[in-house]
């Protein structure tokens, strides 16, 4: 008994010894969101994700919104679905937290001049009741209120792949918009490695450097993730 009780006393101070040198060769890191306990909050994810998109903000790279939408209509034609049609200089307005006539708020709309897309974001909250329809029949009543016939996009937007559930957005009332999309967080962070800055925007850059970092942290893409597994597993 006792010899089995030192040699694996001997296996296991041999594993946390290899544990701890694999570790200390981990490089240092620093993300300013986690620190700040932001990574999870679906209104910072909002905010970022409106101000890429939005052609007037200070990023001053209006083909950011141009490469979001032709990378939702090529999720949209994977999943046989009606894709926008629009023109780079068509965008109205991006919008956060936007109003419905009963009080709710449009996570981010967006305006073109021939369609309303409307971005729902989940990372942990549930659907409320009746939430995407109440949106749906909202973005309908504008365009009953004189205003250019608009045709009307859902984008529900969660951490892992989720349906929507029925108590937010019933199948068959899927008719009353053009089309329907789930994109994930991964899709989120696939659409910002495609993004570009200039040599001189080191601010630009080092924003979407962590903001990725955030993006892989949720979606357990890091590679401290895979090496962290590696050295438990060993």
């Not at 073109?112 to 749906?136: H, L, R």
Request: aromatic content about 10%.
């Amino acid at each position: 008994m006792d010899y089995s009780l030192n040699t694996f006393l001997q296996v296991y101070d041999s594993i946390k010894d290899s544990i701890e040198k694999e570790d200390n060769k981990m490089p240092g890191t620093m993300n300013l969101i986690e620190i700040m306990n932001r990574h999870h909050l679906e209104n910072a994810h909002s905010d970022v994700i409106a101000f890429l998109i939005n052609p007037d903000e200070n990023h001053k790279h209006p083909e950011y919104v141009n490469s979001f939408i032709k990378f939702v209509n090529n999720k949209l034609k994977e999943k046989n679905q009606n894709e926008i049609q629009y023109n780079l200089d068509e965008i109205k307005f991006v919008h956060r937290e936007e109003y419905t006539y009963n009080k709710r708020r449009i996570d981010i709309l967006i305006k073109t001049e021939t369609a309303f897309i409307i971005i729902e974001n989940k990372i942990g909250a549930s659907d409320q009741p009746e939430q995407m329809i109440d949106y749906i029949n909202d973005i309908s009543g504008r365009n009953d209120e004189g205003d250019k016939e608009r045709e009307i996009f859902c984008i529900y937007l969660t951490r892992f792949e989720k349906k929507i559930s029925d108590d937010s957005l019933k199948e068959d009332e899927k008719k009353y918009i053009k089309s329907f999309l789930n994109l994930t967080y991964s899709d989120i962070l696939d659409w910002i490695n495609t993004l570009k800055t200039r040599d001189d925007e080191t601010v630009l850059k080092a924003a979407l450097i962590q903001y990725k970092d955030v993006l892989e942290g949720l979606t357990k893409q890091r590679l401290t993730f895979d090496r962290k597994f590696n050295i438990i597993k060993k």
